[in-house]
């Protein structure tokens, strides 16, 4: 999942901002993304399971959400003019037509501040399927 939000990204990049292939965190759990403004890093899937329908043969019905995080730092001051553009388009994620076979797809966002002047703004890409 991870490689075809990548490469979605790639494909549709905004001027101004780069799409590091390097993960969000280091080794050592420092977030590379406070490091490096302007560059948009994908985090490793997570995936949650819901039992949907529990049947008789032991063969379960779940709800499958696979869970992306995307990270992007920039300096709360003075926002890039194409700020809003890079938003749209990391949320245009959600339909990428390389990822299909899920029956919902989510995307959230949310912004925080760190180091006093960077706004941190971060990505949350569900996307769901049942099994």
């Not at 920039?74 to 339909?95: E, F, I, M, Q, W």
């Amino acid at each position: 999942m991870r490689s075809l939000i990548l490469a979605y990204l790639n494909a549709n990049k905004v001027s101004g901002f780069g799409v590091s292939q390097q993960l969000p965190f280091d080794q050592n759990g420092s977030a590379l993304y406070l490091q490096n403004l302007k560059s948009v890093y994908v985090d490793n899937p997570l995936t949650e399971q819901d039992p949907l329908f529990d049947t008789l043969d032991d063969s379960p019905i779940v709800s499958e959400t696979t869970i992306v995080s995307v990270y992007v730092v920039t300096d709360a001051k003075t926002l890039p003019s194409n700020y809003d553009t890079l938003v749209t388009t990391v949320k245009g994620a959600r339909n990428a037509t390389t990822i299909q076979g899920y029956t919902e797809k989510r995307c959230s966002v949310s912004t925080s501040y760190a180091n006093g002047d960077q706004l941190v703004t971060q990505f949350e890409l569900r996307y769901t399927k049942i099994n």
